[in-house]
C-alpha cells in the first residue's frame, strides 16, 4: 500500500518506491508533518516533533489551557499552515470573513483514500490508471467558520511521486475572500538545504541559479500573468553539495502556467519551510456561499541519487502521466519554419518555394508563421482578427495548404488567440474585450494588448474563427504563441469584488480553450509558445506535448537553455531548430553540424529557407535528417544524462540511452578553442556494467563499467564551436 492511515497512532504515512512522507493529527487536531524523505518502512516518526516553550511563539488556546506551552504552530512543522493565528512563517492560507478578520484555524475532520488519481475542475495535472496511484484526500475545517479545505495527495509509487493540491470551500451562509491560497508546504526539519532556481529573460530562459536557504525569504515568481521567462515554476530542493549522481533531492514542478510563487525560509529554530502557489500579488478571490475554489497541483519528485536521477524521473513521469497528446508516443514529422526567413514579408509562393526546397532535403512539416491573417505586415497590426490576408493568401489557408500538401509535406500553422492588435476589426468591434482599465491608458507589450480570456464570449469567438480555419483547410500542426505579458488587469464583465480574480480567471480561460481545441482537434500536433519559453511549464504540456523553447536559436546559448530546461522537463517536449547564420539573436556563426547537433536534443527543425544554401550543405541538411529519424527514439523516449555543466565547462556534453541500456548517443559541443588542449574524458552513464559495447563503426570493444568508471576521451575538437556525436550500441556475445 502506498498510502496508510494508522488511526490509533493517528498517522497517515505515503510511501513511494524510494521515498516516505508522513503526517500526524496532532492531540488538538492540527496536522502536522512528521517527514518527508529516503524511505523508513513502519516507522512512527512523530518522536521528531518536539517542543519547547519558546519566547513569543504563542500557543492555541487549548494548549496553553494545559500549560502546553511547547506546543506552538510557530515552531511545529505543518501540512498546510494558515494566516492569523500564530504561525509567523509563510502561510498558505489567508481567508477574509465577513467581519474583516483574517484567521482560519484548520482542524482534521476526516480522510479518504482511494486507488486512482485525484482530478482537479478545469486544472491541469498529472493523470495515472487506477493502478498506477493511490489518492490521500484529508479535510480540514476551520474551528470557527465554515470554511473547509481538502488537502489531495497524490501518490504514484513508481516515480517516486508525490503531487499536492488542494481545495477550499465556503459552507458557510455569508462570502469570503481568499487572499492567499498556495497549494503546498513542506516544512524540513532540517536547515542544510539550497534552492535550484531557473532565471531568465526572452531570449535567454532558465539559467540554473543555486542558493543556500537561509534567515529570511527565498523567492523566485512571476507575477506576468504567465510563468515566465524570467523565473520558471520548477525548483530543487537539495541538500548542500547535491550533484547530478549523488544526494537527495525534491523536484517541485507547479502544474500551472500563471502568477506562481516559491518561496523557502529557514524558521528562528533553523527549519525550512516551502511553500508553492499562486503569487498573491493582485490576488483576491471571492467564494460564494457553497462554492470552493482550487488550488492548481504541485508535483514533487524525490531522489536520493541526485539531480539527473531526480530530472529522469520527472521526464518520465510527464511524457507518461501529463502529456495527453497521441503524438508523445508517435514520431513527429521534421519542421520547417519561415518566421525567421521571412518574417511577415512573404506572398503564397515564396512560401511554397521554402517549403519545396525543405521537402527536397527530407522536411515533413511545414510550418506557415505569424503574418499569414488581417492586415498583419508588421507587429501592430492584424491580432485578432482570424481570418486569412487575401493579399498573401489570395486562395485562404486552404489553398496554401493545399499546395504544401501536393508536395507530399504535412501543413502547419502559427496562431496567438490570446491578443489583439488595437488596429484590428476584432479591436475596432470590441474593445471592451481586451484587459485595461477604464480611464487609464494601458501598457503595450510589442504593440499590443492583452485579451480577456476570463470571458466566454471571447473565448467563443476565437473558438469559432480560428476552428472555422482549422475545418476548411486541412492543418496538422498548430503552433500556439503568446507573446507579452499581462498588465492593467482588468475585465469588463467583472464586479469590482472580483477583480482580483482575473489573473486566475485568465488562465482558467486559456486552459478552457485549449481543453475545447485539443480534443476536437486531437489530430493536430500543438505547439506552446510565449516568445519562445516564456510559458515553459507543466500546465502547459498537460494541453501540449511541446513548447518553443526559445527565440534564441543560437546553438552555443541553447546548450544552456536547454540544459536548463531538462531539468525539469523532458527533451521530447522542447522545440528545437536549426536557423540561419550569423544567427538572428547574438549575430554569432556556428556550422551546420553544430546547429543540428544541439537542435536533434529536442523536436528538431529549421527555421530558414533552405533554399539559399549552398549543394553541400543542402547534402549536409539530408544526412542530419536521416540521422534525427534514425537516432529519434532513445532521443524522444530515452533517458537523458546531463555529463558537463555548459554555464561552467569549456564543452557542452549530454547522453541519451534507450531504457533497456543497450544504445546510447552521446553529443559533444566545443563551447571554447584552446591550443594544445587537453584531453576531454567523459564518464558515460547509464549503460550495463556487465555488456560490452562498440562505439560507432569502431573495432574496439568497450566494457559497460570501463566507460563509466574509467571513462573515455574525447577526439580533440578544433575550430570555433565544432561538435559531434557518437553512437554505442551492445555487442552480443
Ligand atoms: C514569437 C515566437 C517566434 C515567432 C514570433 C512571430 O516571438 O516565439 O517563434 O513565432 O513570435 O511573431
Given at each position: 500500500?502506498?498510502?496508510i492511515?494508522?488511526?490509533?497512532?493517528?498517522?497517515?504515512?505515503l510511501?513511494?518506491?524510494?521515498?516516505?512522507?508522513?503526517?500526524?493529527i496532532?492531540?488538538?487536531?492540527?496536522?502536522?508533518?512528521?517527514?518527508?524523505?529516503?524511505?523508513?518502512?513502519?516507522?512512527?516518526?512523530?518522536?521528531?516533533?518536539?517542543?519547547?516553550?519558546?519566547?513569543?511563539?504563542g500557543?492555541?488556546?487549548?494548549?496553553?489551557?494545559?500549560?502546553?506551552?511547547?506546543?506552538?504552530?510557530?515552531?511545529?512543522?505543518q501540512?498546510?499552515?494558515?494566516?492569523?493565528?500564530?504561525?509567523?512563517?509563510?502561510?498558505?492560507?489567508?481567508?477574509?470573513?465577513?467581519?474583516?478578520s483574517?484567521?482560519?484555524?484548520?482542524i482534521?475532520?476526516?480522510?479518504?483514500?482511494?486507488?486512482g488519481?485525484?482530478?482537479?475542475?478545469?486544472?491541469p495535472a498529472?493523470?495515472a490508471?487506477?493502478?498506477?496511484?493511490?489518492?490521500?484526500?484529508?479535510?480540514?475545517?476551520d474551528?470557527y467558520?465554515?470554511?473547509?479545505?481538502?488537502?489531495?495527495?497524490?501518490?504514484?509509487?513508481?516515480?517516486d511521486v508525490?503531487?499536492?493540491?488542494?481545495?477550499?470551500?465556503n459552507?458557510?451562509?455569508?462570502?469570503?475572500?481568499?487572499?492567499?491560497?498556495?497549494?503546498?508546504?513542506i516544512?524540513?526539519?532540517k536547515?542544510?538545504?539550497e534552492?535550484?532556481?531557473?532565471?531568465?529573460?526572452?531570449?535567454?530562459?532558465r539559467?540554473?541559479q543555486?542558493?543556500?536557504?537561509?534567515?529570511g525569504?527565498?523567492?523566485?515568481?512571476?507575477?506576468?500573468?504567465?510563468?515566465?521567462?524570467?523565473?520558471?515554476?520548477f525548483?530543487?530542493?537539495?541538500?548542500e553539495?547535491?550533484g547530478?549522481?549523488?544526494?537527495?533531492?525534491?523536484?517541485?514542478?507547479?502544474?500551472?502556467?500563471?502568477?506562481?510563487?516559491?518561496?523557502?525560509?529557514?524558521?528562528?529554530i533553523?527549519?525550512?519551510?516551502?511553500?508553492?502557489?499562486?503569487?498573491p500579488?493582485?490576488?483576491?478571490?471571492?467564494?460564494?456561499?457553497?462554492?470552493?475554489?482550487?488550488?492548481?497541483?504541485?508535483?514533487?519528485?524525490?531522489?536520493?541519487?541526485?539531480?539527473g536521477?531526480?530530472?529522469?524521473?520527472?521526464?518520465?513521469?510527464?511524457?507518461?502521466?501529463l502529456?495527453?497528446?497521441?503524438?508523445?508516443h508517435?514520431?513527429?514529422?521534421?519542421?520547417?519554419n519561415?518566421?525567421?526567413?521571412?518574417?511577415?514579408?512573404?506572398?503564397?509562393?515564396?512560401?511554397v518555394e521554402?517549403a519545396?526546397?525543405?521537402?527536397?532535403?527530407?522536411?515533413?512539416l511545414?510550418?506557415?508563421d505569424?503574418?499569414?491573417?488581417?492586415?498583419r505586415d508588421?507587429?501592430?497590426?492584424g491580432?485578432?482578427?482570424?481570418?486569412?490576408n487575401?493579399k498573401?493568401?489570395?486562395?485562404?489557408?486552404?489553398?496554401?495548404?493545399?499546395?504544401?500538401h501536393?508536395?507530399?509535406?504535412?501543413?502547419?500553422?502559427w496562431i496567438?488567440?490570446e491578443?489583439?492588435?488595437?488596429d484590428?476589426?476584432?479591436y475596432r468591434?470590441?474593445?471592451?474585450?481586451?484587459?485595461?482599465i477604464?480611464?487609464?491608458?494601458p501598457?503595450?507589450?510589442?504593440?499590443?494588448?492583452v485579451?480577456?480570456?476570463?470571458?466566454?464570449?471571447v473565448?467563443?469567438?476565437?473558438?469559432?474563427?480560428?476552428?472555422?480555419?482549422?475545418?476548411?483547410?486541412?492543418?496538422?500542426?498548430?503552433k500556439?504563441?503568446m507573446n507579452r505579458?499581462?498588465?492593467?488587469?482588468?475585465?469588463a464583465?467583472?464586479?469590482?469584488?472580483?477583480?482580483?480574480?482575473?489573473?486566475?480567471?485568465?488562465?482558467?480561460?486559456?486552459?478552457?480553450?485549449m481543453e475545447?481545441?485539443?480534443?476536437?482537434?486531437?489530430?493536430?500536433?500543438?505547439?506552446?509558445?510565449?516568445g519562445?519559453?516564456?510559458?515553459?511549464?507543466?500546465?502547459?504540456?498537460?494541453?501540449?506535448?511541446?513548447?518553443?523553447?526559445?527565440?534564441?536559436?543560437?546553438?552555443?546559448?541553447r546548450?544552456?537553455?536547454?540544459?536548463?530546461?531538462?531539468?525539469?522537463?523532458?527533451?521530447?517536449?522542447?522545440?528545437?531548430?536549426?536557423?540561419a547564420?550569423p544567427?538572428?539573436?547574438?549575430?554569432?556563426?556556428?556550422?551546420?553540424?553544430?546547429?543540428?547537433?544541439?537542435a536533434?536534443?529536442g523536436?528538431?527543425?529549421y527555421?530558414?529557407?533552405?533554399?539559399?544554401?549552398r549543394?553541400?550543405?543542402?547534402?549536409?541538411v539530408?544526412?542530419?535528417?536521416?540521422?534525427?529519424?534514425?537516432?529519434?527514439n532513445?532521443?524522444?523516449?530515452?533517458?537523458?544524462?546531463?555529463?558537463?555543466?555548459?554555464?561552467?565547462?569549456?564543452v557542452?556534453?549530454?547522453?541519451?540511452?534507450?531504457?533497456?541500456?543497450k544504445?546510447?548517443?552521446?553529443?559533444?559541443?566545443?563551447?571554447?578553442?584552446?591550443?594544445?588542449a587537453?584531453?576531454?574524458?567523459?564518464?558515460?552513464?547509464?549503460?550495463?556494467e556487465?555488456?560490452?559495447?562498440?562505439?560507432?563503426?569502431g573495432?574496439e570493444?568497450?566494457?559497460?563499467?570501463?566507460?563509466?568508471?574509467?571513462?573515455?576521451?574525447?577526439?580533440?575538437?578544433?575550430?570555433?564551436?565544432?561538435?559531434?556525436h557518437?553512437?554505442?550500441?551492445?555487442?552480443?556475445?
Amino acid at each position: 500500500m502506498a498510502i496508510i492511515f494508522e488511526p490509533n497512532k493517528k498517522i497517515f504515512t505515503l510511501h513511494t518506491k524510494n521515498s516516505t512522507y508522513q503526517i500526524q493529527i496532532s492531540k488538538y487536531g492540527h496536522l502536522i508533518h512528521n517527514y518527508y524523505g529516503s524511505k523508513i518502512e513502519n516507522m512512527d516518526l512523530s518522536y521528531l516533533i518536539q517542543g519547547i516553550n519558546r519566547g513569543f511563539s504563542g500557543s492555541p488556546y487549548e494548549a496553553m489551557a494545559v500549560e502546553d506551552r511547547g506546543y506552538s504552530l510557530d515552531t511545529y512543522p505543518q501540512e498546510y499552515p494558515t494566516y492569523g493565528i500564530g504561525d509567523y512563517r509563510s502561510s498558505c492560507l489567508s481567508v477574509e470573513h465577513e467581519d474583516g478578520s483574517q484567521a482560519a484555524e484548520l482542524i482534521y475532520d476526516s480522510y479518504k483514500i482511494y486507488q486512482g488519481k485525484y482530478q482537479l475542475k478545469g486544472l491541469p495535472a498529472v493523470w495515472a490508471k487506477e493502478n498506477e496511484a493511490q489518492t490521500l484526500e484529508i479535510t480540514l475545517k476551520d474551528k470557527y467558520s465554515d470554511v473547509k479545505v481538502i488537502l489531495y495527495y497524490g501518490v504514484l509509487e513508481e516515480f517516486d511521486v508525490i503531487t499536492r493540491a488542494c481545495t477550499i470551500y465556503n459552507e458557510g451562509e455569508y462570502p469570503i475572500y481568499l487572499n492567499k491560497v498556495f497549494s503546498c508546504c513542506i516544512d524540513f526539519w532540517k536547515n542544510n538545504m539550497e534552492m535550484i532556481s531557473f532565471y531568465g529573460r526572452h531570449a535567454m530562459e532558465r539559467t540554473l541559479q543555486r542558493r543556500k536557504i537561509e534567515h529570511g525569504k527565498l523567492s523566485v515568481g512571476s507575477t506576468r500573468g504567465t510563468s515566465s521567462h524570467q523565473h520558471n515554476p520548477f525548483v530543487i530542493l537539495c541538500e548542500e553539495g547535491v550533484g547530478e549522481d549523488h544526494g537527495v533531492c525534491y523536484g517541485a514542478s507547479f502544474v500551472y502556467s500563471g502568477n506562481f510563487i516559491a518561496e523557502a525560509e529557514v524558521d528562528q529554530i533553523n527549519h525550512t519551510r516551502f511553500v508553492m502557489g499562486i503569487h498573491p500579488e493582485g490576488f483576491r478571490y471571492y467564494v460564494e456561499p457553497k462554492d470552493c475554489f482550487f488550488a492548481p497541483e504541485v508535483v514533487f519528485v524525490y531522489s536520493d541519487a541526485g539531480m539527473g536521477e531526480m530530472s529522469r524521473k520527472l521526464h518520465d513521469l510527464y511524457r507518461n502521466n501529463l502529456i495527453r497528446s497521441k503524438f508523445m508516443h508517435e514520431r513527429r514529422p521534421v519542421l520547417l519554419n519561415n518566421w525567421e526567413a521571412t518574417e511577415f514579408d512573404f506572398t503564397q509562393e515564396h512560401l511554397v518555394e521554402i517549403a519545396k526546397a525543405g521537402r527536397e532535403l527530407g522536411i515533413e512539416l511545414f510550418v506557415m508563421d505569424d503574418g499569414w491573417f488581417g492586415e498583419r505586415d508588421h507587429d501592430k497590426a492584424g491580432l485578432g482578427d482570424w481570418f486569412p490576408n487575401k493579399k498573401k493568401l489570395p486562395n485562404g489557408v486552404k489553398g496554401l495548404a493545399e499546395q504544401i500538401h501536393a508536395l507530399g509535406m504535412k501543413f502547419g500553422l502559427w496562431i496567438e488567440p490570446e491578443m489583439i492588435n488595437e488596429d484590428s476589426e476584432l479591436y475596432r468591434n470590441h474593445a471592451d474585450w481586451c484587459l485595461s482599465i477604464p480611464n487609464r491608458k494601458p501598457n503595450v507589450e510589442r504593440g499590443q494588448l492583452v485579451l480577456d480570456m476570463s470571458r466566454k464570449d471571447v473565448r467563443d469567438y476565437l473558438y469559432d474563427s480560428i476552428s472555422k480555419i482549422l475545418d476548411e483547410a486541412k492543418v496538422d500542426y498548430v503552433k500556439w504563441d503568446m507573446n507579452r505579458n499581462l498588465s492593467d488587469v482588468w475585465s469588463a464583465k467583472v464586479p469590482s469584488y472580483r477583480q482580483g480574480e482575473v489573473s486566475h480567471r485568465y488562465v482558467l480561460g486559456v486552459y478552457e480553450l485549449m481543453e475545447r481545441f485539443m480534443s476536437n482537434y486531437p489530430d493536430i500536433l500543438w505547439e506552446g509558445c510565449s516568445g519562445g519559453g516564456g510559458r515553459f511549464d507543466a500546465g502547459i504540456l498537460y494541453y501540449m506535448p511541446q513548447i518553443w523553447c526559445s527565440d534564441n536559436t543560437d546553438a552555443i546559448e541553447r546548450t544552456s537553455i536547454q540544459y536548463g530546461t531538462s531539468f525539469g522537463y523532458p527533451i521530447s517536449c522542447m522545440g528545437a531548430h536549426v536557423s540561419a547564420v550569423p544567427n538572428h539573436q547574438t549575430g554569432r556563426s556556428v556550422s551546420l553540424n553544430t546547429r543540428a547537433e544541439v537542435a536533434m536534443a529536442g523536436t528538431f527543425g529549421y527555421e530558414m529557407d533552405l533554399g539559399t544554401l549552398r549543394e553541400e550543405e543542402k547534402e549536409i541538411v539530408r544526412s542530419q535528417i536521416q540521422e534525427f529519424k534514425k537516432y529519434y527514439n532513445i532521443i524522444q523516449y530515452g533517458d537523458y544524462y546531463r555529463l558537463t555543466n555548459p554555464l561552467e565547462e569549456e564543452v557542452a556534453i549530454w547522453q541519451f540511452v534507450d531504457k533497456e541500456k543497450k544504445k546510447a548517443l552521446v553529443s559533444v559541443v566545443s563551447l571554447r578553442t584552446r591550443a594544445n588542449a587537453p584531453f576531454i574524458k567523459v564518464y558515460l552513464k547509464g549503460l550495463k556494467e556487465d555488456s560490452l559495447y562498440r562505439i560507432d563503426d569502431g573495432e574496439e570493444v568497450y566494457r559497460g563499467s570501463a566507460l563509466m568508471k574509467a571513462g573515455f576521451h574525447i577526439p580533440v575538437l578544433k575550430g570555433d564551436y565544432s561538435s559531434l556525436h557518437f553512437y554505442i550500441r551492445e555487442i552480443e556475445v
